[in-house]
C-alpha cells in the first residue's frame, strides 16, 4: 500500500490542466425552426393545398367523431348501476369537462353504441 498523502500534496502531483482554445469563430445561433403544420406552408399550388387541406379536415373530423364515440362507450361503463364504482352523470361530466345534462347524453349514446355491439367508425 501506498502511503496517504495530504491534499496539497495530491494536487501538486495531479497533472495540470490546459486552458481552452480560444474560438476563432462564432457558433451560429440556435434559429428556432418555424412551426410546421403538416407541412401545408410549403405548399404553393393553392389547388394542392386546398386539396391537401381538405383531406386534413376530412380525417381530423373523422377522429373526433371516433374519439367521441369512444367517450360516449366509456361514460356509459362508468355509469352502468351492475358497477359497485359506478359514477353519476354530474361526477362523469365534471372528468370530461362537460355539463351534467351533457353527460347523461353521452351516457345514454354511449349504452345503445354498446347495446348495439357496433365498434365505433373507423
Given at each position: 500500500?501506498?502511503?496517504?498523502?495530504?491534499?496539497?500534496?495530491?494536487r501538486?502531483?495531479?497533472?495540470?490542466?490546459?486552458?481552452?482554445a480560444p474560438?476563432?469563430?462564432?457558433?451560429?445561433?440556435?434559429?428556432?425552426?418555424?412551426?410546421?403544420?403538416?407541412?401545408?406552408?410549403?405548399?404553393d399550388?393553392?389547388?394542392?393545398?386546398?386539396?391537401?387541406?381538405?383531406?386534413?379536415?376530412?380525417?381530423?373530423?373523422?377522429?373526433?367523431?371516433?374519439?367521441?364515440?369512444?367517450?360516449?362507450?366509456?361514460?356509459?361503463?362508468?355509469?352502468?348501476?351492475k358497477?359497485?364504482?359506478?359514477?353519476?352523470?354530474?361526477a362523469?361530466?365534471?372528468?370530461?369537462?362537460w355539463?351534467?345534462?351533457?353527460?347523461?347524453?353521452?351516457?345514454?349514446?354511449?349504452?345503445?353504441?354498446?347495446?348495439?355491439?357496433?365498434?365505433?367508425?373507423?
Amino acid at each position: 500500500m501506498s502511503e496517504p498523502q495530504s491534499a496539497g500534496e495530491a494536487r501538486e502531483a495531479a497533472p495540470r490542466r490546459m486552458k481552452p482554445a480560444p474560438l476563432l469563430f462564432e457558433p451560429p445561433e440556435a434559429v428556432a425552426e418555424a412551426e410546421h403544420f403538416f407541412d401545408l406552408e410549403s405548399i404553393d399550388d393553392p389547388r394542392e393545398l386546398l386539396s391537401r387541406a381538405t383531406e386534413l379536415t376530412l380525417a381530423f373530423r373523422a377522429a373526433a367523431d371516433r374519439a367521441t364515440e369512444f367517450q360516449a362507450m366509456a361514460a356509459a361503463l362508468l355509469a352502468d348501476p351492475k358497477r359497485f364504482d359506478r359514477l353519476s352523470a354530474s361526477a362523469i361530466g365534471e372528468r370530461a369537462d362537460w355539463a351534467e345534462d351533457y353527460a347523461q347524453k353521452m351516457i345514454e349514446f354511449g349504452r345503445g353504441l354498446l347495446r348495439d355491439g357496433t365498434p365505433p367508425t373507423a
